[in-house]
């Protein structure tokens, strides 16, 4: 079931292209990493997602539908934006207390979200004396009072501990895995989400450049074997008479694309040269990430 | 619309700002009262008396009316409650809870009111702990229509819960809420006292804020510098309710609808 779609998002400030016609879905029971370099228009994407910012054209909708026009939006997405929209002078239950009330959900919500997000202990402290990463789960706690069925999270592992990103990445996956919600999370750091995510949509400078799954993206191009052997004069030409590609990177080490590992040994013992290593070389998110959002 | 009022009532009572405000009020209500109190009746060497005796119904007018220096206060938490949001950020999830936007505006509005009203009440208990003995032990005595304690109360409350209103929209106009407050004292320090002191103004000070608060009460005490000609009571309030709502509706149409970003 399609929880998120955006279709042909566009949106300037003033002569810059935040958003420049960006689409793309997200399914329910799912972990979808919004990846894109710092400025490429993610945050502004969310916003217009969340009726926040007003986009130049296209649509953005949440169960099909213009958040601003949802009945009961906190019951049906919950959002984590910025760490800092607290005021310093209340106290962590007096925040989410006024979104209950607001929202017209029962006041215990609150406390049982603190609970969620593991602040109960400090429900009755000011905000201003929060860290970053209690902000961050703060702001998650308010995020969860109505129980959403879709979470939208800016940057959530800014300013949290190693300890609070596992954390959060758990917590997600169970969200998703577990109760079925659709979970967005934007980050510019890939090694944040790598672990956690289903899906990935990455985006460049306002424009989306690929979306599909981390399984696609990992094994998508060019995936090489690393060989070291005992005699590559002798293999180099038999692979390549297999329509292999080698790459002869130094002495006794090839680079060998178009053939597997099995049929690379199977050439080997025919040949009788030893294989010393055998090594698949994955290309990893990171070096997709870069390649794509064109920061290599 | 209940629970949003209440969310913004929470708000306000779950920060310390409101008695601050509350208690810099009745500190400027109870100097004010001590001067009116020690200098009525003195003579001064010209020979007139710059304030009336404390026996006479005047006097207890006069001081009655002090109740109203709570306007500028509730004006700057009026001001306060729309723009701390912007200032800390607390609009987006407020806006993420409430995405109809008018809607919050409202809510504020009334919760302006409610706020102006309490404080008028707070204020109306000091002014009536102080002038009720203060012009008994002086032998006069206590005549409410003469006085007129019925007309200058509800004058105040019905002011002080329309300057709260006033003080959401001007905050919904600015924004900025260093600009706003610094807005709202210039405004009633210098701006109004200017029309509502020199007589030739006073055909353009009526349609202030300031004059339609005086209308409100409808003070019948003579200055000095000629008795000035305000509107009805029904007109100063329509005019407070006019610049409230005005400031509101251009807000809703202007900033309250920019981006949050």
Redesign the interface.
Known sequence: MTAIEIRDLAKS?GSVKAVDGVSFTVEAGSVTAYLGPNGAGK??TL?CL?????PDSGEALVDGRR??T?PQ??SEVG?V??A????????AL??L???C????LPDQRARESLEAVGLGDVADKRVGAFSLGMRQRLALG?ALLGRPKILILDEPANGLDPAGIEWLRGFLRHLAHEEGAAVLVSSHVLAEVEQTVDNVVIIAKGRLVRQGTLAELTTNGDSAIRIRASDTATLAPALEAAGAAVDRVEDGLLRVRGLDAEAVGRIALDQRVVLTEVAQERSDLQKVFLELTGER | MIGLVKAEVRKLFTTRLWWIMLLVMLVLIGVNLTFITAFAGVTSEAGGAALPARDTAEWVQTAWSVGSGGSIFVMILGVVMITSEYRYQTVTGTFLTTPRRERVIIAKLITGALVGLLFALVALVLVAAVVIPATLLSGGELSLSESRIPQVSVGILASLALYGLFGIGLGALVRNQIAGIVGAVVWAYVVESIFTAIPVLHPVGKWLPGGAAQALMSIDVDTGLGRPEWLPAWGGALVLIGYGLLFALVASATTVRRDIT
Not at chain 1, 50 to 54: D, E, H, R
Not at chain 1, 84 to 91: D, E, L, N, Q, V
């Open positions: 400030f945050t502004t916003r969340l009726g926040l910012v007003t958040y601003a949802l939006p906190v959002a934006l910025e800092t929209s607290f005021h310093p002078g209340r106290t007096d925040h207390r006024i979104l009330v607001a929202a017209g308010s």
